[in-house]
């Protein structure tokens, strides 16, 4: 198993740009989380899903935040606009019956 | 209402050394208890995980966990630490029942290793 894909890897923009990543999760996996991580706060859930529909969202800091899963092998994360505060690690997880959870190698966003 | 605690943001031991890192967590409910270990500029990989059954769980790379109900702890050891082992480690929580299935994590704890 190829385990959790997320690209890219490395996100460079500047304020004011839309910046999207993407997420694949382990094939046959229900359940699908977005993370951010910084030194500041720690690992922070933004939002999660099971069988593609948002069950969670109450940790996505603003309406410049959404997050999308139009199918069970696919998920976005989108900021529009960018703010350099939103610098940071973003992590994509998946689980099967949503207990144990694998992550990906994560994106990491700088916005200038 | 669900925590984790990691005594020590940074722990340092010597090759070949016991390494112990602590985690408390406080849960209403029975929990799911895990660890990960995240290496520089890499995801979180899965180390253990309690469920349910022998309270003394192994996992990859030599390390062992067990979980005390009665201290609510559920501390990571390794016999014999090796300079691979150098990396940040993770201690979360799921409580049981817990219909949102949110993992709540530690601060984490790094973990340094002296030849």
């Known amino acids: 198993d190829a385990g959790v894909i997320q690209s890219p890897r490395h996100e460079v923009t500047e304020m004011g740009q839309e910046v999207t990543l993407r997420c694949k999760p382990i094939?046959?996996?229900?359940?699908l989380f977005w993370y951010r991580q910084t030194m500041m706060r720690g690992l922070e859930l933004l939002i999660y899903?099971?069988?593609?529909?948002?069950?969670?969202d109450s940790g996505m800091p603003e309406d410049r935040f959404s997050a999308k899963m139009p199918n069970a092998s696919f998920s976005t994360l989108k900021i529009q606009p960018s703010e350099p505060r939103d610098s940071a690690v973003y992590f994509c997880?998946?689980?099967?019956?949503?207990?144990?959870?694998?992550f990906g190698p994560g994106t990491r966003l700088l916005v200038l | 209402a669900q925590s984790v605690t990691q005594l020590g943001s940074h722990v340092s031991v010597s090759e070949g050394a016991l390494v112990l890192l602590r985690c408390n967590y406080s849960?209403?409910?029975?929990?799911?208890l895990f660890w990960y270990v995240q290496y520089p500029n890499q995801g979180l990989q899965l180390l253990l995980k309690?469920?349910?059954?022998?309270?003394l769980v192994k996992g990859i790379n030599g390390f062992e966990a067990e979980f005390k109900k009665s201290e609510t702890s559920f501390h990571l050891t390794k016999p014999s630490a090796h300079m691979s082992d150098a990396a940040e480690y993770f201690c979360?929580?799921?409580?049981?029942?817990?219909?949102?299935?949110?993992?709540?994590f530690g601060g984490g704890t790094r973990l340094m290793v002296k030849p």
């Open positions: 997880a998946s689980s099967s019956g949503g207990k144990t959870q694998y």
């Open positions: 094939s046959g996996h229900d359940y």
């Open positions: 899903f099971n069988n593609n529909v948002p069950i969670d």
């Open positions: 849960s209403s409910v029975p929990p799911y």
């Open positions: 309690y469920t349910t059954g022998a309270t």
């Open positions: 979360a929580v799921i409580s049981r029942g817990n219909a949102g299935n949110m993992l709540t």
